[in-house]
């Protein structure tokens, strides 16, 4: 049975940092595509950053550039997203997916966390 869990959300002061971890159990880790997503209150999910099973990266918010970065140990079969310089527009409910696909991210069909939430305060 395929298990993804997240965590490392919180309450965070703006300018603060917050690391996210993500294990996934119960499938070949390195052959799968990880990616972190987020969504806020009344917004449609989003994706913020994925990482292809062969290690190349997508970033797919701009807002987070060059302040957000997704990485993946595979021995430890985990994916992290180190978050810097946190803005309270962060404040979302973010989610690891894992998909053993070609695209660039997991897609809906892939294995969802249920998320964990970070709140960033002004």
């Known amino acids: 049975q395929v298990q993804v869990v997240e965590s490392g959300g919180g309450l965070v002061q703006a300018g603060g940092s917050l690391r996210l971890s993500c294990t996934a159990s119960?499938?070949?880790?390195?052959?799968?595509?990880l990616g972190w997503f987020h969504q806020a209150p009344g917004k449609e999910r989003e994706g913020v950053s994925c990482?292809?099973?062969?290690?190349?990266?997508?970033d797919n918010a701009a807002s987070v550039k060059g302040r957000f970065t997704i990485s993946r140990d595979n021995a430890k079969k985990t994916l992290l997203l180190q978050m810097n310089s946190l803005e309270p527009g962060d404040t979302a409910m973010y989610y690891c997916?894992?998909?053993?696909?070609?695209?660039?991210?997991?897609?809906?069909?892939?294995?969802w966390g249920h998320g964990t939430q970070v709140t960033v305060s002004s």
């Open positions: 990482i292809y099973w062969a290690g190349g990266i997508t």
């Open positions: 997916a894992a998909e053993r696909t070609s695209r660039p991210c997991p897609t809906d069909a892939g294995y």
């Open positions: 119960g499938l070949t880790f390195d052959a799968y595509t």
